[in-house]
């Protein structure tokens, strides 16, 4: 199993960006595939999931309203598109796979798979 990250990049306050999460290797029956951001000095925190088995999407609180999780299963990829962002968003990103079916967002320790991460920085 990978999975690569990539999208990540400087934008402005108010602005936007799309991250990319391509996996491979995925062949469960269910799995989900979340996004975790964890900025400088910060614990990583879980930003949004999306399950294979419905396509039932969650998301942090933190970000409701302005990131949106999507999957093109075609392409094996799972996007974050984010807008709307904010200094805080600043992280990096990392996406992470685990197997099973999900009903809420995921703490990280239910994560089998990882990333390597892309840094996203917004300036004010």
């Known amino acids: 199993v990978q999975l690569v990250e990539s999208g990540g990049g400087l934008v402005q306050a108010g602005g936007s960006l799309r991250l990319s999460c391509a996996a491979s290797?995925?062949?469960?029956?269910?799995?989900?595939i979340g996004w975790f951001r964890q900025a400088p000095g910060k614990e990583r925190e879980g930003v949004s999931c999306?399950?294979?088995?419905?396509?039932?999407?969650y998301y942090a609180d933190s970000v409701k309203g302005r990131f949106t999780i999507s999957s093109d299963n075609a392409k094996n990829t799972v996007y974050l598109q984010m807008n709307s962002l904010k200094p805080e968003d600043t992280a990096v990103y990392y996406c992470a796979g685990l197997v099973g079916v999900v009903l809420t967002l995921p703490g990280d320790e239910l994560y089998d798979y990882w990333g390597q991460g892309t840094q996203v920085t917004v300036s004010s």
């Open positions: 999306i399950s294979s088995s419905d396509g039932s999407t």
């Open positions: 290797g995925f062949t469960f029956d269910d799995y989900a």
